[in-house]
């Protein structure tokens, strides 16, 4: 069964959190939102801390003791932006369905037409060659938090070929995911054929790894795609703002 962990990041791993004071709690959260605002604007090629630093009123050397490195400060700067959308959305599909997993899929890559930079700062991280084992771990959560329910669930049920390791499985969509965006933030991709592309290369593994009407239900939304050329249609999830407090 897949791991439940959501691939959580330390901000330090070479020290304890230490959160007792407010100061340093704003100083973080000051840190990570000019991290975001940068990515947003000038993405990771023009991130300079030095930059960030003076907007952020903060001494070099006390980022480096709040986040260790400037690749895990961008990581945890995404994976916070990610995580703020992702909560804020309830959709109207289980998550434990193919429909569910193709509906999330073109909801949040929809919304990267209006992120470019961040999408090409997560995948620049996701494919360096030089990226710590946590960092690419937090970033290959991001697309396990929309598969765990489903897979498992396919897993339980006796919906996949009786040799798929669903860590496997799951680690393999997460790399068919990002190469994919990868084309995209590149330009290799169109903006016409990106998310279409993409829900074919997941509904293509999912096709090899499933059995019986798990495998039926992939193979008929993948027909249907290339025949009509259109994607499947979703109700919109519903936005639920933080409630008065949080």
Not at 39 to 64: E, H, P
Request: glycine share 6%; aromatic share 8%.
């Amino acid at each position: 069964m897949l791991d439940n962990s959501d691939g959580a990041l330390s901000p330090n791993p070479e020290r304890e959190p230490v959160y007792s004071s407010t100061s340093i709690q704003e100083r973080r959260k000051r840190i990570l939102s000019e991290a975001r605002h940068m990515i947003a604007k000038k993405g990771i090629d023009g991130f300079s801390i030095r930059t960030l630093c003076k907007n952020a009123d903060v001494a070099q050397r006390t980022l480096y003791n709040a986040f260790h490195s400037k690749d895990r400060l961008i990581a945890l700067a995404i994976r916070e932006a990610y995580e703020d959308v992702n909560r804020h959305l309830m959709y109207r599909t289980s998550p434990e369905t193919l429909e569910g997993i193709v509906d999330r899929l073109i909801a949040v890559n929809t919304r990267n037409f209006k992120a470019r930079n961040y999408t090409k700062a997560v995948v620049s991280l996701y494919f360096s060659p030089n990226i710590s084992t946590d960092i690419w771990d937090a970033l290959r959560g991001m697309v396990f938090l929309n598969l765990r329910q489903w897979l498992n669930r396919l897993q339980r049920d006796g919906g996949l070929q009786d040799w798929v390791d669903v860590e496997e499985a799951a680690g393999d969509f997460a790399n068919l995911e990002y190469a994919t965006i990868n084309d995209w933030a590149v330009g290799r991709l169109s903006d016409e054929d990106y998310v279409r592309r993409l829900v074919m290369v997941v509904l293509s593994h999912t096709i090899g790894i499933t059995a019986g009407p798990a495998r039926e239900e992939a193979l008929a939304m993948a027909r249907t795609i290339r025949e009509s050329g259109e994607l499947p249609s979703f109700p919109k999830p519903v936005f639920k703002p933080d409630a008065a407090g949080d």
